[in-house]
């Protein structure tokens, strides 16, 4: 799904500077897009415009040609996206499995709801969860409760969450943080392995991003870079007199 921004603005209230500032950006269908710049400098924001999560003040946007400002329109998109949350978002209480199948919760049918209220994976996606889980080195946890898992398994059954529906675009933040290099080259594989899909996913590392054919950086709310390669100097100008703490 395309996703289109045109002079997207967003100041939060109480707030002094925006949080996007005039931010003009096209992401193709299915193209792949790594987002990167300081912490604060809007990363979570934009993803959370597209999702309909934050409406823009000023400047339009639209992802598959549709309004996630207006509530049918944001019905539509959501049901073709896959989400990957920054401190994800899991339900407490259910299995590691049955995180990872409610995604898919729209087409369940009453043998699929028995299936889950039981605590069981619904079988017509049970060779898919233990593929994904395989890969993604959680299929030990996943009749675990999630609470018990550490924040990098709950992560990745966040990921297993988002692709198992199949969706036509997958918006990841910060998708990799918390887990080791090996484990978020995996996540980053399976993010990317379906063909077709717009991928947009935010990371602070620069190996990952390094993978992605095009880089987008903001600064301050801004996009400072856009482009297909991102060089040692490029990446030290991005985070360039970030000051710490502010
Ligand atoms: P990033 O994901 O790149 O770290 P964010 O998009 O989370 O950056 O934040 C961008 C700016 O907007 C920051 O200054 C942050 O404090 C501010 N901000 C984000 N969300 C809110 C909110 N809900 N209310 C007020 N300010 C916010
Ligand atoms: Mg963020």
């Not at 934009?46 to 049918?72: E, F, I, M, Q």
């Not at 550490?150 to 997958?170: F, K, T, Y």
């Not at 933040?173 to 594989?189: F, K, N, R, W, Y």
């Not at 899909?197 to 996009?223: C, E, K, N």
Request: net charge neutral; charged share 25%.
């Amino acid at each position: 799904m395309e996703i289109r921004l045109t002079g997207v603005s967003v100041t939060f209230p109480d707030r002094e500077h925006p949080a996007l500032d005039d931010v003009s950006l096209t992401v193709e269908e299915a193209e792949h897009v790594v987002l990167l710049g300081p912490s604060g400098s809007g990363k979570t924001t934009l993803l959370r415009c597209v999702l309909g999560a934050v409406k823009p003040t000023s400047g339009t946007l639209t992802v598959g040609g549709k309004n996630p400002a207006k509530a049918a329109e944001l019905r539509a998109i959501r049901r073709c996206t896959g989400v990957v949350r920054q401190g994800n978002d899991l339900v407490h209480g259910l299995r590691a499995q049955t995180n990872a199948v409610l995604g898919t919760s729209p087409s369940w049918g009453l043998r699929d709801w028995a299936a889950v209220l039981r605590g069981r994976v619904p079988a017509r996606y049970a060779e898919r969860v233990r593929t994904l889980a395989e890969t993604q080195g959680i299929q030990p946890f996943l009749k675990s409760q999630v609470e018990s898992l550490s924040g990098g398994q709950r992560q990745r059954v966040a990921l297993v969450r988002a692709v198992l529906p199949e969706p036509r675009l997958l918006l990841a933040d910060e998708p990799t943080s918390g887990l080791d290099p090996v484990t978020a080259q995996a996540a980053v594989h399976t993010l990317r392995e379906a063909s077709g899909v717009t991928v947009v996913i935010s990371t602070h590392d620069l190996s990952i991003a390094r993978q992605f054919p095009r880089v987008v950086a903001l600064r301050d709310g801004r996009v400072c870079f856009d482009g297909p390669e991102l060089s040692e100097r490029d990446a030290r100008d991005i985070y360039e007199g970030v000051e710490v703490g502010t």
